[in-house]
Each structure stands twice: as C-alpha cells, then as structure tokens.
C-alpha cells in the first residue's frame, strides 16, 4: 500500500489558517487522497477527498500537488473545536482506509 | 440520521470472559467496517464486510475474534476468550464506499483487567 508522511504535531493560532502537509511521494494514478480527524474521545470524522483537482467544501479546503506527490489540508480560520488528530490516508477505492500515525493539531487561544 | 450506533459504550470485563460489541450502520450503507484503536499501535482495521459478507479479515488478530452481519442493520464483533491486551477503543464504521467517506460511531472502549 502506498504510505503517508505526516508531522506529528502542529500548532496554530486561533482563527488563522493552518495548513497540514502530507507527502504520499509514492503514490498511483488510481490513488485517492482523503483526510479524516479525530477529535479527543471521538471516532474518525470525514473532512475531505480528492483525486486530482484542488476541493473545496465547508469543512476545509485540499491543495493537491500537480505531481501528487504531495498535499496539503487547509483549515482556513482555526478555531478551538479544530483541535484534533488529522490523518491524510490513500486509498485506490478498494474501501480500506488505512490510518497511519496523523498530525495532532493544537489551537492557542 | 442516528448515525453509526455501538454498544456497549464502556465495556469491563475479566480476562477469559467472552465480549461482544455490537453496531448498527447507517441504513442504506452497504460497507461495515470494525476498527482497534490502541495508544501503540493507533487504529487497526480488523474486518469489513461488502453486502453483509466478510471482505477482507486480514486485520483480525488471532482466532479469538470473530465478526458476524446476519443482516444489513447489525454487526456484531466477539472476542472469546478475551485477554487484557485486547485492551482497546473498538470502532464501527460504514460507508456507501469510500468515495463516499466513512461515518464512525462513538467507540467502545473495552477493558479487560
């Protein structure tokens, strides 16, 4: 399976952006890019996916590189509840989400 | 929508008693996943099924768990016998496919002392 590199840990003030790097330098034309985070004592939660083209929705916006070799998540005004762990994932729509280690993002009032 | 529905939500239980988490998926998603979330080896996929049918079970651990989905609305995982380091938070997620994200449930944090 195609890997995911990720900084374990970030932080970020409140209400300005954050961009959360991942490298999946390995990665096949087939692969889709997802990101899920986890918030304390909560399942995973969905923010976003993408395959090619740069996505948007309420959540969050996905940067994707245009050799794909790299992407980046972008909250675009963090708040306090954005306080998680975000986990990049590849996935080649065989529906088995493979969660690596993520980022634990932490938001300063 | 209730979401991903699972029971127990806390589970303690002594070491060689049998344990069964239980999941209800959203209606209408035909993927049911079972995670393990633990602080040393983060999450785990253990089993999913397509169609009520067992997919891939590559991720279950040893011949002590076993999953079943008699039918659309109802997963059920069992550990037996259950040993402390089964210690862990067991999610259950569902999906109309990936593409179409997964939806978690709460989790079932199982302790077996």
């Known amino acids: 399976d195609a890997k995911t590199t990720q900084p374990n840990s970030m932080e970020s003030n409140e209400e300005e952006p954050v961009h959360l790097p991942c490298n999946h330098s390995?990665?096949?034309?087939?692969?889709?890019i997802h990101w899920y985070r986890q918030l304390p004592s909560q399942g995973p939660e969905y923010v976003i996916h993408?395959?090619?083209s740069n996505v948007n929705n309420r959540m969050a916006s996905l940067a994707i590189a245009e050799d794909r070799k790299s992407s980046t998540l972008i909250l675009h005004r963090a708040t306090l509840r954005d306080a998680a762990v975000y986990y990049c994932?590849?996935?080649?729509?065989?529906?088995?989400?493979?969660f690596g280690g993520g980022t634990r993002l932490m938001v300063k009032p | 929508d209730a979401g991903v529905i699972q029971s127990p939500r806390h589970e303690v239980t002594e070491m060689g008693q049998e344990v069964t988490l239980r999941c209800k998926p959203i209606s209408g998603h035909d993927y049911l996943f079972w995670y393990r979330q633990t602080m040393m080896r983060g999450l785990e996929l253990l089993i999913y099924?397509?169609?009520?049918?067992?997919?891939?079970d590559s991720g279950m651990p040893e011949d002590r768990f076993s999953a079943k989905m008699p039918n659309a609305s109802f997963s059920t995982l069992k550990i037996q016998p259950s040993e402390p380091r089964d210690s862990a938070v067991y999610f259950c997620a569902s999906s109309s496919g990936a593409n179409y994200g997964y939806t978690f449930g709460s989790g079932t944090r199982l302790t077996v002392v």
């Open positions: 390995t990665i096949s034309g087939t692969d889709y």
């Open positions: 993408g395959l090619t």
């Open positions: 099924f397509n169609n009520n049918v067992p997919i891939d």
């Open positions: 994932i590849l996935d080649n729509a065989g529906n088995m989400l493979t």
